[in-house]
């Protein structure tokens, strides 16, 4: 039986559309987006396995959580999985993200608003080694608003872990069917989708770490795969 064709061909449209969609709010505005305007922020944030003080280790688990996060692996994949083009530059990356709930599937658009890779002196002096991005709901998107996701190292003490930070406002959801659905079930979805995400990467990170990896030199393609779970995905897209 012939291998079905990667996601990111089958959903060529979708990217080609979003690529030129812009963004459903104000990313020049975040300080205002509060909890007192009516935004929700939210904080989520897990323990990876600690490493010896200093830069972070070639194939440790700072290492390995920024491949994670690089893939996109990590997002529930009955949830949400993201679609996007293999050879495309993380800092210029559109997804299509396909969200999965009950007997439905929408689709979204999203795009990386800013890629981090830094080292910053914390308050008590002491030094860290951070590396994430974020991305931004695109027009068309039931959301407004931008998530973060990092991978910080505490060089001085060893201590790794993951964080999760995120603004977000019910966007405009013209259909009322949605609209009363995303208004029932879109916290609910929204908590899970980062509660699990934590805990996704978390696992992934100590399976790299009991199993090895490479990573390919920095001149080939980012080493990403074009879905959350290719295999699940694939099977997922041709029964809807």
């Known amino acids: 039986m012939p291998k ?9 449209r979708r990217l080609d559309s979003y690529s030129q969609a812009g963004y459903n709010f104000d990313p020049d505005r975040a300080d205002d987006y509060t909890t007192a305007n009516g935004w929700r922020v939210d904080d989520y944030e897990t323990e990876l396995p600690a490493e010896a ?9 700072w290492a390995a959580a920024r491949e994670v ?3 996109y692996t990590f997002p529930p994949p009955g949830l949400i999985t993201g679609i996007f083009l293999p050879d495309q530059p993380l800092d210029k990356r559109v997804m299509v993200l396909r969200g999965q709930f009950l007997l439905f599937t929408f689709w979204f ?10 080292t910053r002196t914390l308050p008590d002096g002491s030094r860290e080694q951070v590396w994430g991005y974020n991305y931004r709901t695109l027009e068309g998107h039931f959301e407004r608003g931008q998530i ?6 505490n060089l001085t003490t060893g201590r790794i872990w993951f964080h999760i930070h995120a603004y977000s406002q019910t966007g405009r959801i013209s259909n009322p069917f949605y609209w ?6 879109g916290r609910m979805l929204q908590k899970r989708f980062s509660n699990e995400s934590v805990r996704r990467l978390r696992e992934q990170v100590e399976e790299m770490l009991r199993n090895g990896w490479t990573t390919p030199d920095a001149q080939e393609a980012p080493p990403v795969q074009a879905v959350s779970s290719e295999a699940g995905a694939q099977e997922q897209l041709h029964k809807n």
């Open 4 to 12: 079905p064709p990667p996601l990111y061909e089958l959903q060529k």
């Open 53 to 61: 003080a200093g830069p972070a280790e070639a194939h440790g688990s």
């Open 69 to 71: 996060l690089r893939n």
């Open 109 to 118: 658009g999203v795009r990386i608003g800013g890629v981090t890779d830094e």
């Open 148 to 153: 973060e996701f990092m991978v910080h190292k």
């Open 180 to 185: 009363l659905g995303f208004k029932l079930f």
